[in-house]
């Protein structure tokens, strides 16, 4: 099984959320299983920096207009899988991936990312890579949503294409006037292809032409089926529901174990956390904290919405009025980054402010923290939650998507039997928020309950095996049919659309 895995971001050549976590370790588990996984991510200057043994497979003068371009093989530096770079420096050599300085969308992102699927295809297709050719696309995220339809379009031996959405809310929406550039027939834009509400959306592209679809958790693929949460694409989904499955995402547990974490003060297992209290040490001096026996309440995430950072805000006096410590690490809107700088120097030895993430700074955080703040309007999956237990760090999250998935709130059943691992709540709202932290500071204040939940929470196995054998069941189902030419399951748009 030969496949070819197409994302904007692989941890660690170019990072910028739960993307590139994603799609390192999940080819990385597949290729385990015996797959020929190789990846295909633009050559940003971080990825060509840090890819090791690169040699250039081909050089092509002017590809799709944008000046010389060459694709180049490497290996990733940490697990040694194969990757094609598309070093095309017009379009990626730029500091940011998707925004300047100032936080605004390049604004040739349509094109970037088009000229990234259509390299996808010649890959796949055998055109590019001497002697090899997919069996499987895998694409992920709006960044690869054309190409499905691209693929849709080429005559003969063709791969399947599996679509991964991570996030619906990006969906990679453009002015119609690009339609043409992207490679599809003038006439091609219609509602029941690319269109959508007057602009082009790679995300529909990838959900409407490719084989099957996944996301990452299986509340958030219903939940994206609902009004509420399906950012407008519910009905087209509900039009692909058999062919959608949620499988939720893992954890690399190399990167993250708390037993051999060269990021941190102290090592420590569930059998003996004597560790984590160095680590909660160390990162309270770190960060100015008092020296106090106070729980340790952390915000690790981008500073969004999304992320209910606003609510996290509102609801700080409340939660210093009980008495914790508060920190957090990321970035994200300016206002709200501003808001909460101003927090930390109203409150210093009491609320500590890190604007920017790196990795080292985000496990010292997870491994000294008591309480992992991750609410959210929704989330499709979450991978910090999945973090914080692993380091001991008890959540209190929102009931949606993969938080109701991966936590069990801490109720009278749960904690009597055992089960329990954090604390879920339902309303976008600070009472609700706060009125979780209160059963969460119930709880820390008996240790014993509180050891018997981490321990548990440290245990679970949220490893890639499980998901790795579904994505494999998945690749081997559209494999086979990638031989006979296909008619799209929706309409005859496809019909239209044309390889150039
Ligand atoms: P999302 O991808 O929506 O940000 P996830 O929880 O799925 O959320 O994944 C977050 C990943 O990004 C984790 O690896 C986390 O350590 C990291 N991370 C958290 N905050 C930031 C930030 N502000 N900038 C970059 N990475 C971050």
Redesign the pocket.
């Given at each position: 099984m030969r496949v070819l895995f197409v994302s904007s971001e692989v941890?660690p050549l170019a990072?910028?959320?739960?993307?590139?976590?994603?799609s390192a370790a999940l080819p990385a588990a597949m290729a385990e299983l015996g797959v020929d996984m190789r990846l295909l991510l633009p050559g940003y200057p971080s990825a060509l920096e840090a890819a090791i043994n690169k040699s250039v497979v081909i050089e092509i003068n002017d590809f799709m207009g944008c000046g010389v371009t060459r694709l180049i093989i490497a290996r990733t530096p940490d697990t040694g899988l194969p990757v094609w770079l598309l070093d095309c420096p017009r379009l990626f050599q730029r500091r940011g991936l998707y925004w300047d300085k100032f936080g605004a969308d390049w604004p040739d992102n349509w094109l970037r990312y088009c000229v990234l699927n259509h390299a996808a295809v010649r890959l796949a297709c055998g055109e590019w890579a001497p002697g090899w050719r997919a069996d499987v696309v895998h694409a992920n995220d709006w960044h690869a949503g054309l190409v499905a339809p691209l693929i849709a379009a080429v005559q003969g031996k063709k791969p399947g294409v599996i679509f991964t959405i991570?996030?619906l809310a990006y969906q990679g929406l453009f002015p119609a006037h690009i339609f043409p550039q992207l490679g599809f027939p003038a006439n091609g834009l219609l509602p029941e292809s690319l269109e959508f509400h007057g602009k082009v959306c790679f995300l529909k592209a990838g959900i409407l032409y490719s084989d099957q679809v996944t996301t990452v958790s299986p509340t958030y693929a219903r939940e994206m089926l609902t009004p509420e949460y399906g950012c407008g694409l519910d009905g087209l989904l509900q039009r692909r529901s058999k062919n959608i499955a949620g499988i939720l995402?893992g954890v690399d547990y190399d990167i993250w174990d708390s037993a051999n974490d060269p990021n941190l003060a102290g090592a420590y297992t569930e059998a003996n956390l004597a560790g984590k209290a160095r680590c909660k040490a160390t990162l309270r001096a770190e960060l100015g904290l008092a020296a106090s026996d106070a729980p340790l309440v952390v915000f690790?995430?981008?500073?969004i919405e999304?992320?209910m950072a606003d609510i996290v805000l509102q609801s700080l006096p409340a939660m210093l009025e009980r008495g914790v410590e508060f920190a957090l690490?990321?970035?994200?809107d300016p206002v709200l980054e501003e808001q909460f700088q101003i927090a930390g120097r109203r409150h210093p030895g009491q609320v500590a402010i890190k604007i920017?993430?790196t990795?080292p700074l985000?496990h010292r955080f997870?491994a000294g923290a008591d309480i992992l703040l991750?609410p959210a309007r929704f989330?499709?999956?979450?991978?910090?939650?999945?973090?914080a237990m692993r380091y001991g760090a008890l959540p209190i999250a929102r009931r949606v998507g993969?938080l109701a998935d991966t936590i069990v709130d801490a109720d009278l059943d749960s904690i009597h039997s055992g089960a329990a691992t954090g604390f879920l709540f339902g309303e976008v709202a600070p009472d609700a928020l706060v009125a979780a932290l209160d059963r969460a500071l119930a709880l820390y204040a008996q240790p014993g309950l509180w050891r018997r939940m981490q321990r548990r929470a440290m245990t679970r196995d949220f490893g890639w095996g499980r998901p790795a054998r579904r994505y494999l069941e998945l690749y081997s189902r559209i494999a086979p049919q990638a031989a006979a030419p296909r008619v799209p399951d929706q309409n005859s748009a496809a019909a239209l659309i044309q390889r150039v």
């Open positions: 941890y990072k910028s959320g739960g993307l590139a976590d994603v991570h996030n995402n690790v995430s981008r500073i999304q992320k690490l990321g970035d994200g920017g993430y990795e985000g997870l991750h989330e499709p999956c979450g991978l910090t939650q999945l973090y993969g």
